[in-house]
């Protein structure tokens, strides 16, 4: 299996953190999208990561898509661990929840920090490179305050975001978190549940490899791998 990825693309940290839990170890392949290239775009035309590619079989583009395939082929070997629940409206809720973070955080919060203040150090002006747009941060930041509060209610009156057991909802609102962890914008003095539920996401094992992951020339946050901040 490979998976094809960008370090920082909260989608790809999604999907890497789901291929963890299910005990998999995909070849890793970078892909910086904006330079769209006719490798990637051969498995998916939309240019856009993640994707994952197997020996003899049709590529899984997207993490939605992905999420699905993963628990349809592999889910039922977690058992008691399977991150989509048995029930119907327990799946809804999950996947309600993940395509919140996926779609509405992503698009208000986590898509314009990561482009405007990581993409843009490494594409040129016809790419849309140049310095970051500050207008655009500042909506961001203030958009990250509200998204991290509806996490502190959920977090308060549920054992995780999606109910009682830990889910898919959980690698979702944790990988978007993670981008922005990494770039020092979350206030997580703000909230507490959330701070304390995103410290219990981010202590698991199959979060060590993106924790110890970096950009040249830019450190991380003092919070980023500080499993107790």
């Not at 789901?18 to 904006?34: D, K, S």
């Not at 590619?53 to 583009?61: D, F, G, L, R, T």
Request: hydrophobic share 40%; net charge negative.
């Amino acid at each position: 299996m490979q998976l094809h990825h960008h370090p920082f693309c909260p989608h790809s940290r999604f999907v890497r953190l789901l291929l963890a839990e299910y005990g998999l170890e995909p070849e890793l392949v970078e892909e910086r999208v904006w330079e769209r290239r006719p490798g990637l775009l051969a498995l998916n035309p939309a240019g856009d990561t993640p994707v994952i590619a197997e020996a003899q079989a049709p590529s899984v583009p997207g993490a939605a898509i992905i999420a699905e395939y993963l628990d349809e082929t592999r889910g039922l070997a977690l058992a008691e661990r399977r991150l989509l629940p048995e029930d119907p409206l327990g799946r809804v809720e999950v996947r309600r929840l993940t395509s919140w973070f996926h779609e509405k955080m992503f698009v208000e919060c986590t898509e314009p920090l990561v482009r405007e203040r990581i993409y843009k150090r490494y594409m040129n002006r016809e790419q849309g490179g140049g310095p970051p747009d500050a207008t655009a941060l500042r909506m961001a930041r203030a958009n990250l305050r509200y998204h991290l509060k509806y996490i502190g209610w959920l977090s308060k009156a549920r054992n995780w975001l999606a109910g009682e057991r830990f889910s898919q909802a959980d690698l979702a609102a944790a990988a978007h978190l993670s981008v922005a962890d990494y770039l020092g914008d979350v206030p997580w003095d703000e909230d507490e549940n959330a701070r304390d539920w995103y410290a219990r996401v981010k202590s698991r094992p199959t979060f060590r490899q993106l924790l110890a992951e970096s950009i040249p020339g830019m450190p991380p946050s003092k919070t980023y791998a500080d499993l107790d901040f």
